[in-house]
C-alpha cells in the first residue's frame, strides 16, 4: 500500500505573534501562535522547492482529503484546538547558533523540544526594524503527543518522523 502514499508539504503564512529582544539576546523570549486551519496542503510550487522526495503534482481532492485527515478529532482537532502555540522558555547562543527551548500546545497536549535557529537581526534588506529567525529539524509527531495518521490496519500510514522547516521575520511596531 505504500505506493500510494506520498510525501506532503505543510505550509502555514498565518503565525501570528510576539519578540520580546533583550541584552543579551539569551535573555530575549518569543511566543507565536498557529491557526490550524490556515494549513495549505501540498501547494505545487513548495513542492517543486523540496526536490525530488516532492515528486509531480497532487490532485485537490488527495489535497483537501489530507488536509481534511490532518485537522480531524483523531488528529489535530481543529474544532476543539484551533491555534498551535508555541512559547519561549529558554534561549541560548553556541558558535553563532541559538537554539530555543519551546513549549509547544497542540491538540490539548503540551511537550518541549529544543529548535536551533539562526538569527539575522535586520531582516530583510538590511531593515533594522525587522528580524528573521531561520532553522531546520527532524520532529516525531509522537513527540507532540499526536499520533500519526493511519489507515487499513496501519497498511497505509504517515510517517512519525518529519521535517520542519521555518524561516519567521518579525517587524518592530
Given at each position: ?30 511566543s507565536l501562535t498557529v491557526p490550524v486551519a490556515q494549513f ?63 513549549a509547544i500546545k497542540v491538540a490539548g497536549h503540551e511537550s ?62
Amino acid at each position: 500500500m505504500a505506493h500510494f502514499g506520498h510525501n506532503h508539504v505543510l505550509i502555514n503564512r498565518a503565525l501570528d505573534g510576539r519578540v520580546m529582544l533583550r541584552d543579551p539576546r539569551t535573555a530575549s523570549s518569543f511566543s507565536l501562535t498557529v491557526p490550524v486551519a490556515q494549513f495549505v496542503v501540498d501547494e505545487p510550487q513548495a513542492r517543486q522547492q523540496e526536490g525530488s522526495d516532492f515528486p509531480g503534482e497532487i490532485p485537490e481532492d488527495a489535497r483537501s482529503g489530507t488536509l481534511h485527515n490532518m485537522q480531524s478529532p483523531a488528529l489535530l482537532d481543529t474544532a476543539e484546538f484551533p491555534v498551535i502555540a508555541i512559547d519561549s522558555v529558554a534561549l541560548t547562543e553556541s558558535d553563532g547558533r541559538m537554539i530555543a527551548t519551546v513549549a509547544i500546545k497542540v491538540a490539548g497536549h503540551e511537550s518541549q523540544i529544543d529548535a536551533p535557529f539562526t538569527l539575522d537581526g535586520h531582516g530583510q534588506l538590511g531593515d533594522p526594524h525587522t528580524l528573521t529567525a531561520s532553522g531546520s529539524m527532524e520532529l516525531r509527531q509522537s513527540a507532540l503527543g499526536l499520533k500519526p495518521f493511519s489507515i487499513l490496519l496501519g497498511a497505509l500510514q504517515v510517517e512519525d518522523t518529519m521535517r520542519l522547516k521555518f524561516h519567521i521575520t518579525a517587524v518592530e511596531l
